[in-house]
């Protein structure tokens, strides 16, 4: 778990996609003409994006069917059940998020989470999001007691389709998600159907602010030890001088 935090911390700092799943058949999950809003404005990739840098960036976990198995409620919906879906990309998996899934599960019975695939979050937040790759993202949201099922590398949109497999009574989207972001409206057919509800999870951290956080800390940690070299240099310095008097 010391080593994944490592990790994931070099991936933030680096700014690095090497960790990312490539999936060609994700480029057109994303509905045309969607807007990326400013605070996520793609930056210059890195001298560091074109390769991992001694292996830090790759996934450390290996998907098997038995693995999603041990992380998974093992629960199947019955006719009784009152189906809640939500979706999205639930990087660096948070205290946030656990309770916008409990607040969505109050609302029903039984919970699926759709977790889009890297390629549709990096086409909305840009730089090199998500820090998480799929894998990894899934396999926090399973762990998450809240959780009954995840559907894995869901489409950008929810559509008609989808709801009537899941058997959907109830789409929860978060109290801070803007609809209005993006020229093509994700839950436009929710919303027609009438069951799109919004929760707020009652928490204030997210994933944008759990990344600034450790970027500020890292920038202390460095003026700390600029500090003290530069008096570590100057005692040097005044040893120096009086050993030659």
């Known amino acids: 778990a010391e080593y994944m935090g490592t990790d994931l911390v070099g991936r933030m700092l680096l700014l ?10 994700d480029e057109g999950a994303l509905p045309p003409g969607a807007d ?3 605070e996520f404005a793609e930056r210059p990739r890195s001298n560091s994006d074109s390769a991992p840098r001694d292996g830090a960036n790759l996934s450390k976990f290996l998907t098997t ?7 998974s409620s093992n629960r199947t919906p019955t006719d ?5 879906y939500v979706d999205g990309a639930f990087d660096l998996f948070h205290a946030g998020h656990a309770s916008f899934l409990k607040a969505a599960k109050g609302l029903g019975t039984y919970l699926i989470v759709g977790v889009h695939t890297d390629a549709v979050i990096n086409k909305i937040k840009g730089r090199n999001y998500p820090i998480m790759n799929l894998t990894e993202r899934v396999l926090s ?3 998450c007691r809240h959780t009954d099922e995840c559907i894995i590398g ?11 497999m899941m058997g959907a009574h109830v789409v929860v989207i978060g109290g801070g998600a803007t609809r209005e972001d993006y020229s093509t409206d994700p839950y436009e057919v929710p919303a027609a159907m009438g069951i799109l509800q919004h ?3 009652g928490s204030e951290l997210t994933t944008t602010k759990l990344i600034s956080r450790v970027i500020e800390h890292r ?9 003290k070299e530069e008096k570590d240099s100057a005692l040097k310095e005044k040893a120096v001088m009086a050993a030659e008097l």
């Open 65 to 71: 069917s038995r693995r999603i198995v041990q992380f």
């Open 141 to 143: 949201v399973l762990s």
């Open 219 to 227: 920038l202390a940690y460095e003026e700390r030890n600029r500090k």
């Open 199 to 201: 929760v707020e999870s």
């Open 16 to 25: 690095t996609r090497t960790h990312h799943q490539r999936d060609t058949a």
């Open 80 to 84: 009784a059940d009152k189906i809640v």
């Open 154 to 164: 869901v489409p950008f949109a929810v559509t008609k389709e989808m709801l009537e």
């Open 36 to 38: 990326v809003g400013a």
